[in-house]
């Protein structure tokens, strides 16, 4: 049975291309929802069963980092994995990220094969 | 390896690995005249290195980049075309950012933003050093600009 991701960037392009990247990547999911910015995100937890995030950092009205910090508040949703997906790879933001729980980051741009090393394993 | 030469690499890849065109350098100008029928998206920097970085791209160009990016005929500029260059700026201000940057704190990047119009100029009322870079993608060419305050 595949799983189910939520993509979080407030470019409509690149959460295409993120798709396309997981049906390139021979990754199994059944459904791909989609949200342009961490509020968005946090209300797409509340009302699908979401399995894998994968989220940009750098949006409007909920950026990356605060999406993450909102979801570690809320006990129902906390553990879903989430990796970020971002042009930012600083050691120091990639940092926060991971001790907001982010598992890893993708950084923009990338190739089917880098989705499929990162998220192979969680499959 | 200087900026211009890692803004030249860190393009040939956005291209080659995300929107499946193949680009070549096809001068590295000075200045430019005035953009007709163009499109450009804009980054901007704050931070310790203030400035910002355009990818003006005519509009068949525009098109042309949008529909290889997207797999999917694109005939007008839509707001697709729009979101498209400026994600383009978007990841290709990300990589003058990692080059720039210390520790990834010392500069901010703004969201990406797009202008567009029959004719406009590019120019800032600051003293910049500029960096002007024209590429080919065998359907036309483009134009990557970045102005750091001196």
Known sequence: MGKNVLLVDDSSTMR???????RQAGLDFDNIFEAADGLEALDVLDKEQVDIVLSDINMPNMDGISFLREKQGRDAVKDIPVFMISTETGDD???????LGALGAIKKPFTPDKVNEVLGPLM | MEIEDKIIEAAKEI???MVMMEIEVKEVLETHGPLTDTITGLIGLAGTHKGILGIHTPYPVAMAITSSFLGMDVAEINEDVHDAVGELANMLGGNVKSILSDNGRDIDLSLPSTIAGSE???????EVDTVIILFD????EFMVELDLEK
């Open chain 1, 16 to 22: 295409k291309i993120v798709g396309r990247s997981l």
């Open chain 1, 93 to 99: 933001i990639i940092g926060e990220a991971k001790s």
């Open chain 2, 137 to 140: 993608t065998g359907q036309g």
């Open chain 2, 15 to 17: 291209f080659s690995s």
């Open chain 2, 120 to 126: 406009y100029n590019f120019q800032s009322d600051k």
